[in-house]
């Protein structure tokens, strides 16, 4: 389960750097934004992270824990290349 929720949340991270990054020689990305989000949000796991991007984290897992600690701050997010392929796997 945190597999897959790390996964998707790299997903989400690629798409942001993507939108308001820029991707240097060595295939890394570094952008600095703000995180932010209203009370009812934060209840459902949604968050803005500056004026171009939104995550969603469930609720209790340890984004979700680091993105509530973090709203109304700025926050640096690096985004690389994976050094090797893994397979996702599913729980149920």
């Known amino acids: 389960m945190r597999t897959a929720m790390l ?22 990305t570094i952008v600095t934004v703000a995180v932010s989000s209203a009370d009812h949000e934060v209840e459902e796991g ?8 939104t995550v969603m984290a469930k609720p ?3 984004l979700h824990r680091f993105l509530t600690r973090q709203r ?16 996702s796997r599913l729980s149920r």
């Open 7 to 28: 996964g998707w949340m790299v997903f989400a991270l690629v798409l942001l750097g993507l939108g308001i990054g820029r991707a240097s020689d060595r295939d890394e």
């Open 72 to 87: 109304g701050r700025k926050v640096k997010i690096v985004l690389t290349e994976a050094d090797s392929r893994e397979l």
């Open 60 to 62: 209790g897992s340890d």
């Open 46 to 53: 949604y968050f803005a992270l500056g004026d171009s991007a």
